[in-house]
């Protein structure tokens, strides 16, 4: 358990705090390529700054704070130009360094705008997600983590804004037991108290419902692999000999999923689910526009919406408070991961107050090619068995296709997709 001010140091993610300084040595995604091509100016919240994000004319992507140093009217309603930024209020003009370019009403000769610079920071294109960097230069490299690069794969992101502290999301992850409860009894209980029980959640609780006997965790160079044994299972299967990995600081690793918990500042997040769908062989998928879609955290009623996986987690972080009150908890012997989260954390705030640099920050292109994460779960087996839709986002546009072009492939296809995706890189780390 934490007290008061271990709670605050280790959640609060403003400029200048412990956990903010960790933080901005990362990249986040703060928006999709889809986005900015239906319109080329967006708000952005990160890390407790507010900041817009445009794509000028040419193409390149600038990122400065969202409030225009003239008359603090915010340039997320800009006009994109060119050069870079025009505010729509007096029409002054900044780049994607954060320079005034132009002040339209200032007299003939005047320099006052060589005098005048906003905030910039770095941004990067990387699998349809635009990441954005607010940490000391040099900046790292934006990690090119295997689902991300892979080639020849369907792709879609799910959306949402969680009310609450990036770090109720992450401790959720390290805590494989809540899954037999949250995603299985409770599960089947909303389902009972509807007209009749829906497939898909069927066989999710199905699979999720069996007693843990035991949990394990370890670090490993990227972060926690997570591990479970069943009733009915084994150390042999791949729940506890490949484990579940999350990946530091803030990523979940589900199958071909990414979950990115992304701090936009102290009491809220931006959940960014990133989902790769290998294809059966011989289909080709091709994507001009990768789908993007909201996924809602409550319904028109303002109860928050608990009949599929992500929307009980959404809930179980949510109810918590804003900021949960760690100094009010009683851990248990299940809740070992949440306590070595916390030390990671607390070791890695100690590596930057040293002067090193923190795990996932990589500066060797050498490494960082293809980033392949080993996980337990098969996308193909459970696409096979109509069962992409039970764990996560069942608004996805793509899950019938995918679903339907794996239930009609032969029965021997696909045992070597994921190798075969993989080698389409030309080096990886390990």
Same mark, same amino acid.
């Given at each position: ?50 900041? @817009? ?10 990122? #400065? ?58 941004? @990067? ?31 879609? #992101?799910?959306?949402?804004? #969680? ?53 394990? +965790? ?39 999923? +990414? ?48 009949? +599929? ?44 107050? @040293? ?6 920050? +990589? ?29 996560? @986002? ?37």
């Amino acid at each position: 358990m934490l007290n008061v001010e271990e709670n605050e140091r280790l959640t609060r993610v403003g400029p200048g705090t412990p956990m903010g300084t960790l933080l901005r040595r990362y990249w986040y995604p703060v928006a999709t390529t889809t986005e900015l091509d239906d319109n080329p100016v967006k708000a952005v919240r990160l890390l407790g700054e507010s900041l @817009a994000l445009f794509r000028d004319r040419k193409g390149r992507l600038g990122l #400065i704070n969202e409030r225009c140093p003239h008359r603090r009217v915010s340039l997320a309603y800009g006009i994109p130009e060119e050069e870079g930024l025009r505010c729509c209020y007096h029409g002054w003009m900044f780049d994607r360094t954060g320079r005034c370019l132009e002040m339209p009403s200032e007299p003939p000769g005047s320099t006052f705008k060589d005098r005048v610079r906003t905030t910039a920071y770095p941004v @990067a294109e990387l699998g349809g997600l635009v990441f954005a960097y607010l940490g000391p230069e040099p900046a790292p490299l934006v990690p090119r983590w295997d689902l991300l690069v892979m080639e020849g794969v369907w792709r879609d #992101i799910g959306l949402s804004v #969680i009310p609450c502290n990036w770090m109720q999301c992450m401790e959720n992850s390290l805590d494989p037991v809540h899954t037999e409860w949250l995603h299985g009894r409770y599960y089947n209980y909303v389902m009972s108290r509807k007209a009749g029980k829906d497939a898909s959640g069927q066989r999710m609780v199905s699979r999720v419902i069996t007693h843990h006997l035991e949990i394990g +965790f370890d670090v490993f160079e990227h972060g926690i692999i997570k591990r479970r044994v069943r009733e009915g299972g084994s150390k042999d299967d791949a729940a506890w000999r490949i484990g579940h990995p999350i990946l530091f600081p803030n990523i979940l690793r589900v199958g071909w999923t +990414f979950q990115f918990r992304v701090p936009m500042d102290d009491t809220h997040t931006g959940h960014v689910m990133y989902q790769v769908y290998p294809p059966p062989p011989g289909a080709k998928p091709t994507q001009e526009r990768i789908p993007v879609y909201e996924i809602p955290v409550k319904d028109e009623r303002g109860g928050h919406v608990t009949d +599929f996986v992500l929307g009980q987690d959404m809930m179980a972080w949510s109810t918590q408070g804003p900021i949960a009150d760690r100094d009010l908890e009683r851990l248990g012997e299940t809740d070992q991961g949440v306590i070595l989260f916390r030390r990671l954390l607390r070791e890695q705030l100690a590596i930057i107050d @040293a002067g090193g640099e923190p795990m996932n920050v +990589f500066r060797d292109p050498e490494k960082n090619t293809f980033i392949s994460i080993p996980v337990e779960y098969s996308l193909i087996a459970a696409a096979r068995r109509r069962q992409l839709s039970t764990g996560q @986002a069942p608004w996805s546009p793509l899950l019938d296709v995918v679903e339907e072009a794996w239930a009609n492939a032969p029965e021997d296809a696909g045992a070597g997709a994921r190798e075969e995706a993989r080698a389409q890189a030309p080096a990886r780390t390990r």
